[in-house]
């Protein structure tokens, strides 16, 4: 599990791809777990429309292979990336996502946030009289059933950004963070080291595996150096 901090979007988008072939070479022998936050950004998902994309001035736009509509990401935001092969869990991509969705709503129990399921759309939401608003978006992509791409949990995040699209694809979809819900940890810390922690142990649990925050493998730290080098060149 790497806590990469701030990194710009391309950059992050070169390690991804660059542990992912790792993996599925085995040259990386374990799962990671990237978990950091980006500068503005939008990103296209497979699936994409342009007419989802409605001002785009003064940002950058990807179009990426992960699935799902448009989205942003931006500063207090909680972005992960699990780079995992699912053939030590399940081959079962409806499995994969399901249990992404279960790490968040476990991680946000722990911050006093009701997540749920939202049935025929993928992500994790909060029911609210009236309605419900979305707090984190997923959006994947598997080869060989090695993952990339992942999550993005709103935690103080400016949620008029989104107002630069159709969120998701999903006409007047109302987004919400962990602050705006009142979202409070029950340790130390900010809410967002807080909010860090808790997911980290909602993948845990969800996944039934054990992270480990240490010093770059050799093969890890390798992978990412060689996918900087990439960006810059």
Known sequence: MIRAGVVPY????????????????????????????HPPVLTLGRTARETHLLRSEGID??????GGDVTYHGPGQLVGYPILDLAGYRKDLHWYLRTLEQALIDALAELGVAGARNPGHTGV???REGGVRKIASIGVHVKQWVTWHGFALNVTTDLAQFDRIVACGI????????EREGGTGKGEGSLWDQTSDAVVRGVEGAFGVSATSAELS????????GALGETLC
């Open 218 to 225: 050799p093969v890890v730290s390798h992978t990412l150096k």
């Open 61 to 66: 736009v990807f179009a990426v292979e992960r």
């Open 171 to 178: 006409p007047e979809v109302v987004m919400t963070s962990v």
């Open 10 to 37: 391309a950059e992050a988008l070169a390690w991804q791809r660059a542990l992912a072939q790792a993996r599925l070479e085995d040259r990386l022998p374990q799962d990671v777990l990237l978990l950091l936050e």
């Open 125 to 127: 939401w909060v029911r």
